[in-house]
């Protein structure tokens, strides 16, 4: 079966610093791998997607951005963290096939703070 | 530009009785749609879905209906239970990619 990692699960860094999330997906060959964060109060949104190595779509402008180095891993990073960027990140897949109807699966999430 | 609206922050049942979540959207592209249970500090659990194609998709205790003139899905919790307490969000999808979540509803229920 299909296993989705996320680390670390809780995350204090200062203003300015950088940052790294990592992700691995288990179980499934080529995902499509998505990092969604939940501001406070507030639904997922959408920050980046993956269909394969090196291919990365942003969705919105920001401060992170995204790597995937393999097939089943996908890294959010930051060189300069901001007080905007605390939230709850979270990482998923989608099958590669039937890609349409094929549900997002979720990690358990990285809660960052910026202090 | 909130394609998925969940409008009701929260919602509180009694045990063994109806819960219903109510979710509106605003994109007329999508094809399909989700529904997530989210507890705190976990990622959000998959509970059921529904193609545009299609009024009703049951599984279990959970059925939801899609009113597409409308634009308006619910999901029905049929008998609620504590352990359904959570917070449920609707997502909408168009193109595979871009799955669109409301804001949740966080859902009560009483013992």
């Known amino acids: 079966s299909q296993t989705i990692h996320q680390w670390p699960a809780t995350l204090v860094q200062p203003v300015g610093s950088p940052l790294s999330l990592e992700c691995t997906v288990e179980g499934t060959s080529n995902p499509n791998l998505y990092w969604y964060r939940q501001a406070a109060g507030r639904g997922l949104q959408l920050l980046f997607y993956?269909?394969?190595?090196?291919?990365i779509s942003s969705e919105v402008p920001q401060n992170l951005s995204a790597s995937r180095p393999q097939d089943r891993q996908f890294i959010l990073s930051s060189k300069k963290l901001l007080l905007s960027d605390s939230g709850f990140y979270l990482c998923a897949w989608t099958s590669p096939t039937n890609i349409n109807n094929s549900p997002l699966h979720f990690g358990n999430g990285t809660r960052l703070t910026v202090t | 530009d909130q394609q998925v609206k969940q409008n009701s922050p929260s919602l509180s049942v009694q045990e063994g009785r109806i819960s219903i979540l109510n979710c509106d959207y605003t994109?007329?592209?999508?094809?399909?749609f989700l529904w997530y249970k989210k507890y705190p500090a976990e990622g959000p659990t998959f509970l059921i879905s529904?193609?545009?194609?299609?009024d009703k998709n049951e599984d279990g205790r959970f059925t939801v209906f899609l009113n597409k003139s409308a634009k308006h899905l619910s999901l029905h919790i049929v008998p609620s239970q504590p352990g359904d307490s959570a917070v449920y969000f609707c997502a909408g999808r168009s193109g595979g990619f871009k799955t669109i979540f409301g804001a949740g509803t966080r859902l009560f229920v009483k013992a």
């Open positions: 994109n007329s592209m999508f094809d399909y």
């Open positions: 529904i193609s545009s194609i299609k």
């Open positions: 993956s269909v394969g190595i090196g291919q």
